[in-house]
């Protein structure tokens, strides 16, 4: 049930691009994602819903395609504070009225002057 | 508004000790989870309370690990005895609403580094 993502590491340069994508063999409901830095809690980025309405962060953007039950994060112009690891919760049902949010094993962006 | 608050933030123990780790949500928040993270890994949850309602336990190793969450505010997570592989990050989050809906930001705190011995 654990998503898979890539890539699992990345490094750019400052104001450069990256992607980071997730995907589920599960049927997904909703998409986290989260960022952590070294020693830090995980901060929330933004939550993907089916039906496409997004909710979160203002520089950074997400999809999600429910029928692939992939989401990717798009990181823009990226500037130093975007380094730290990445990580996507997937929201499948697991059973019933229960849906389990499980994460996936990260990527770690560090990003270069 | 404060954050989610754990403490300790470090604790080092030889194995077969007890331990415990304690938990101050965002207030207000009416759902608090507890997660494991391992090095390299993504957080996985131990357990979810809904209020003062353990609602979701699945992953707890029973065995040996126990919690509560006492007037549905602050929370406790125990272990005894401690393992040579229970060393890893015991992280608390907090959200809002209830969980039924999925779509809750959850809040975490910095997390208690175990190291067992």
């Known amino acids: 049930q654990q998503p898979v993502q890539s890539p699992q590491a990345v490094i750019l340069r400052e104001g450069e691009d990256a992607v980071i994508n997730c995907s589920s063999s599960?049927?997904?409901?909703?998409v986290h994602w989260y960022r952590q830095k070294h020693g830090e809690a995980p901060v929330f980025l933004m939550i993907?819903?089916?039906?496409?309405e997004q909710k979160g962060h203002e520089k950074i953007s997400a999809s999600f395609n429910e029928k692939k039950q992939q989401s990717s994060l798009y990181l823009t112009a990226s500037q130093l504070s975007y380094s730290g690891t990445y990580f996507c919760?997937?929201?499948?049902?697991?059973?019933?009225?229960?849906?389990?949010?499980?994460f996936g094993k990260g990527t770690l962006l560090t990003v270069n002057p | 508004e404060a954050g989610v608050v754990q403490s300790p933030r470090y604790k080092i123990i030889e194995k077969k000790q007890p331990v415990a780790f304690w938990c101050n949500p965002i207030?207000?928040?009416?759902?608090l989870y507890w997660y494991l993270q391992n090095l390299g890994q993504g957080p996985e949850l131990l357990i979810r309370?809904?209020?003062?309602?353990?609602?979701?336990d699945s992953q707890l190793p029973k065995d040996r690990f126990s919690a509560e969450r006492l007037k549905g505010v602050d929370s406790t997570l125990k272990i005894q005895p401690a393992e040579l592989g229970d060393s890893a990050v015991y992280l608390c989050?907090?959200?809002?609403?209830?969980?039924?809906?999925?779509?809750?930001?959850?809040?975490f705190g910095p997390g208690t580094r175990l190291l067992v011995l």
């Open positions: 993907l819903l089916k039906g496409g």
């Open positions: 989050a907090s959200s809002l609403g209830l969980w039924g809906a999925h779509q809750e930001t959850q809040y």
């Open positions: 919760g997937t929201v499948w049902n697991s059973g019933g009225s229960n849906y389990k949010l499980t």
């Open positions: 309370y809904e209020n003062e309602e353990a609602v979701d």
């Open positions: 599960k049927a997904l409901y909703s």
């Open positions: 207030s207000g928040h009416n759902t």
